[in-house]
């Protein structure tokens, strides 16, 4: 085992010391199977966006405890899911960790900061939502995700409060 020059040995041991590796004249290129070589980050239907630490949304989301209003049929663990789904989708847009603005967006879009959100908001949010929690059930949270538009995403959480007060529905797509 190598050892630094200052570790006192026996003279008769031929001991060897750190070196560092041979330097490299070219650049490192990815070529194994798991690395993602010059495309990237695939992209396609159901792969989602990734961004950097998107967990931290677990933290945030507990903000809201006790500004969320849910109908009859809704589960809060199912809310979660997929708010945190459409905030992580946001956040990523813009290359970052989620923050707060992208939960409140989130909430907003799906109107669940509204003590009387529309009836036909509920409805839809109420069928969509359904056991999104559920691991097995990754299908049904990419559509709640994939619901709420890039456009809408991009847009500021004041505008958005505006959108959703004026007219609900542009802030989501016409299959949600």
Known sequence: MS??????TTPLLNVRS????PRRDRAWVGGRPGDLGGEGQPDGTRLG???PDQGYAYKLVRQFAGKVFTADGEHDDDVVAGVIAVATKRASLFGRAPVIHDLT???TVWGFLDD???VEL???RVK???EVSNPHHYRELRDVADAVPVETLRRTPADVQAAY???WQTLLTATA
Do not use: I
């Open 165 to 167: 007060r004026k007219d």
């Open 122 to 124: 509920v409805r839809r």
């Open 49 to 51: 966006v990734p961004g």
């Open 128 to 130: 969509l939502f359904e």
């Open 116 to 118: 009387k959100p529309p």
């Open 18 to 21: 750190y070196q560092s590796p």
């Open 105 to 107: 967006v989130a909430f």
């Open 3 to 8: 050892a630094p020059h200052f570790v006192p």
